[in-house]
């Protein structure tokens, strides 16, 4: 298995700020994924890191908007770009360990 | 029309009750079906797994995939107040390093004592 830790927890932040959010993975892992859990919404995937390389984006999401770095096989980080309310959500990171899917605790956003 | 589609409930039965929960999907080409359970404030965890079509048992839970009608299943047997959290489907092309998951909005249950 894999245990996953993200900081912060949560936080409330004014529009127009940015907001990073670190992963931090208790093995080394190929890949890291970033999610997005809305209220009311399914979990929808943000991007890919991989250690070395550019993340990879999905449709609707773009580097600008939520830069990852991804400088070892245990850490990732997503930031939250010029935050609006739009932005309030549960941010989730996700690593691929043995062909299951593991998930942290999730950073809940609010944006005031 | 979302890709997977699952009622978000809520959903309340008592101690003991069989809970059925299911989602549908639209894309043919899914392969593999997962079932998560999110406790309030938690992240997801993996449940159980599913490849193509049958049937899946793993103590009181069990999963069914009926490909023909995209169709899943996750029933739960002699449910426990313990089981009370919020069950989403998950589904991939693929099983591997990278395989992209599909999620459905989650279906919350509530087992009353």
């Known amino acids: 298995s894999a245990v996953i830790s993200q900081k912060p927890s949560r936080d409330i932040c004014q529009r127009g700020t940015s907001l990073t959010i670190q992963c931090q993975v208790d093995?080394?892992?190929?890949?890291m994924f970033w999610y997005r859990q809305q209220p009311g919404q399914s979990l929808t995937l943000i991007a890919t890191?991989?250690?070395?390389?550019?993340?990879?984006?999905e449709s609707g999401f773009v580097i600008d908007k939520f830069p990852i770095s991804r400088p070892n096989l245990t850490f990732s980080t997503l930031t939250v770009s010029n935050m609006s309310p739009e932005d309030s959500s549960i941010y989730l990171c996700?690593?691929?360990?043995?062909?299951?899917?593991?998930f942290g605790p999730g950073t809940r956003l609010t944006v005031t | 029309q979302k890709e997977v589609e699952q009622d978000p409930g809520p959903l309340s039965v008592p101690e003991g009750a069989i809970v059925s929960l299911n989602c549908t999907y639209s894309?043919?080409?899914?392969?593999?079906f997962m079932w998560y359970r999110q406790y309030s404030r938690k992240g997801p965890e993996l449940l159980m797994y599913?490849?193509?079509?049958g049937n899946k048992e793993d103590g009181r839970f069990t999963a069914q995939v009926d490909k023909s009608s995209k169709y899943i299943s996750l029933f739960i047997r002699d449910s426990q107040p313990s089981d009370s959290a919020t069950y989403l489907c998950?589904?991939?092309?693929?099983?591997?390093?990278?395989?992209?998951?599909?999620f459905g909005q989650g279906t919350e249950l509530s087992v009353k004592p």
């Open positions: 996700s690593v691929d360990k043995n062909y299951e899917q593991y």
């Open positions: 998950a589904m991939s092309l693929i099983y591997n390093q990278g395989g992209k998951l599909i």
């Open positions: 894309n043919s080409a899914f392969q593999y």
């Open positions: 890191a991989n250690q070395g390389s550019e993340a990879t984006y």
């Open positions: 093995s080394q892992v190929t890949m």
């Open positions: 599913t490849y193509s079509s």
